[in-house]
């Protein structure tokens, strides 16, 4: 019985057996007809190639051992040179621990000396020059002592103040006679502007006021209808809290009248282009007028609940009734 069925399932038909020969003839033919087809030449330009690539592979590694042995070099010369580098001592940055004060170089004492910063040895050079006759006429004088670094004396320069006419004997003038040569420093005054009559141009003639924020101030004070009070500048966009500060002391208003919008007439498109008025405070005040009829007041407008005494006490100065 299972002979019978692995006999059926194992045979076939004529056309099955055509079909099953068919498929295998063309499966060898195409793995064997590129074989047929490739050309000699080919096969010798990809030996070519090959050959070609190992050949680049070895230059690339002699390269790179070259390449590793130059870098090795200058390294260690690199190392060598920096242990052998002795920095100047004029481009070392060292601080420099001493007070700061007015002094004749030619009277001031050792101590005085130790007081300004300088070194021991320096100051023995300086006593020395002294001891043996030398003077110093005028500041520059002392840049030419032996040991004295240029930073020392760039610090001390300007409080080198030489008395008893060792300059002046020679026409020559002291440091301090040079600070009178120069016209004192005078604090700039800036004159009072009334923030709702001045332009740019007066904005900008205060500290830290420039184009941006002169425009952004004229631009404000159009939408609002004029400033009621000097604080509103604060609230001009980007205008640092130190440079309000600054520039407080100069505004002034003389004229605080401001344009106000009636709120018995105007429409919900109207007021929210206030700045001070949103759009959900804007249709509110109209959703207020429409069920309770005119405002008698502004005052009416507290009994919305979403304005609070804050907003109140901005827009007050900005709304009437008009009735009169």
Same mark, same amino acid.
């Given at each position: 019985?299972?002979?019978? =069925?692995?006999?059926?399932?194992?045979?076939?038909? /004529?056309?099955? !057996?055509?079909? *099953?020969?068919?498929?295998?003839? @063309?499966? *060898? @033919?195409?793995?064997?007809?590129?074989?047929?087809?490739?050309? +000699?030449?080919?096969?010798?330009?990809?030996?070519?190639?090959?050959?070609?690539?190992?050949?680049?592979?070895?230059? &690339?590694?002699?390269?790179?051992?070259?390449?590793?042995?130059?870098?090795?070099?200058?390294?260690?010369?690199?190392? #060598?040179?920096?242990?052998?580098?002795?920095?100047?001592?004029?481009?070392?940055? #060292?601080?420099?621990?001493?007070?700061?004060?007015?002094?004749?170089?030619?009277?001031?004492?050792?101590?005085?000396?130790? =007081?300004?910063?300088? !070194?021991?040895?320096?100051?023995?050079?300086?006593?020395?020059? &002294?001891?043996?006759?030398?003077?110093?006429?005028? +500041?520059?004088?002392? #840049?030419?002592?032996?040991?004295? =670094? %240029?930073?020392?004396?760039?610090? &001390?320069?300007?409080?080198?103040?030489?008395?008893?006419?060792?300059?002046?004997?020679?026409?020559?003038?002291?440091?301090?006679?040079?600070?009178?040569?120069? $016209?004192?420093?005078?604090?700039?005054?800036? %004159?009072?502007?009334?923030?709702?009559?001045?332009?740019?141009?007066?904005?900008?003639?205060?500290?830290?006021?420039?184009?941006?924020?002169?425009?952004?101030?004229?631009?404000?004070?159009?939408? @609002?209808?004029?400033?009621?009070? *000097? #604080?509103?500048?604060?609230?001009?966009?980007?205008?640092?809290?130190?440079?309000?500060?600054?520039? /407080? $002391?100069?505004?002034?208003?003389?004229?605080?009248?401001?344009?106000?919008?009636?709120?018995?007439?105007?429409?919900?498109?109207?007021?929210?282009?206030?700045?001070?008025?949103?759009?959900?405070?804007?249709?509110?005040?109209?959703?207020? !007028?429409?069920?309770?009829?005119?405002?008698?007041?502004?005052?009416?407008?507290?009994?919305?609940?979403?304005?609070?005494?804050?907003?109140?006490?901005?827009?007050?100065?900005?709304?009437?009734?008009?009735? !009169?």
């Amino acid at each position: 019985m299972l002979k019978d =069925r692995l006999k059926e399932y194992f045979s076939f038909t /004529k056309k099955e !057996r055509i079909g *099953v020969l068919t498929l295998l003839v @063309l499966i *060898v @033919l195409v793995f064997i007809l590129p074989y047929f087809f490739s050309s +000699p030449k080919n096969k010798n330009n990809n030996k070519e190639e090959f050959e070609k690539f190992k050949n680049e592979i070895a230059q &690339l590694k002699t390269e790179r051992k070259d390449s590793n042995r130059s870098v090795q070099k200058e390294e260690n010369k690199n190392e #060598e040179y920096a242990e052998n580098y002795n920095e100047p001592y004029h481009k070392k940055e #060292e601080k420099i621990n001493g007070e700061l004060f007015y002094f004749d170089p030619n009277t001031i004492s050792t101590e005085d000396w130790k =007081r300004l910063g300088l !070194r021991d040895k320096t100051i023995h050079t300086i006593q020395n020059y &002294l001891s043996k006759g030398g003077k110093f006429h005028k +500041p520059e004088d002392l #840049e030419k002592i032996y040991g004295l =670094r %240029e930073n020392e004396y760039l610090r &001390l320069m300007l409080y080198i103040k030489i008395e008893n006419g060792y300059a002046k004997n020679k026409g020559e003038k002291t440091v301090s006679d040079n600070k009178r040569d120069f $016209p004192e420093h005078k604090t700039k005054v800036f %004159e009072e502007i009334d923030i709702n009559e001045a332009d740019t141009s007066k904005f900008i003639s205060l500290p830290g006021i420039g184009s941006k924020l002169a425009s952004r101030i004229v631009s404000f004070r159009e939408k @609002l209808g004029g400033f009621y009070a *000097v #604080e509103q500048i604060s609230e001009i966009y980007n205008l640092p809290d130190s440079t309000f500060q600054k520039i /407080k $002391p100069y505004l002034k208003i003389e004229n605080g009248h401001v344009k106000k919008i009636n709120i018995n007439a105007a429409d919900a498109n109207t007021l929210k282009s206030h700045p001070y008025i949103k759009w959900n405070l804007a249709n509110a005040i109209v959703q207020y !007028r429409a069920q309770h009829g005119d405002y008698k007041s502004i005052d009416e407008l507290k009994q919305i609940a979403i304005i609070t005494p804050e907003i109140f006490q901005k827009i007050s100065n900005y709304v009437e009734t008009n009735n !009169r």
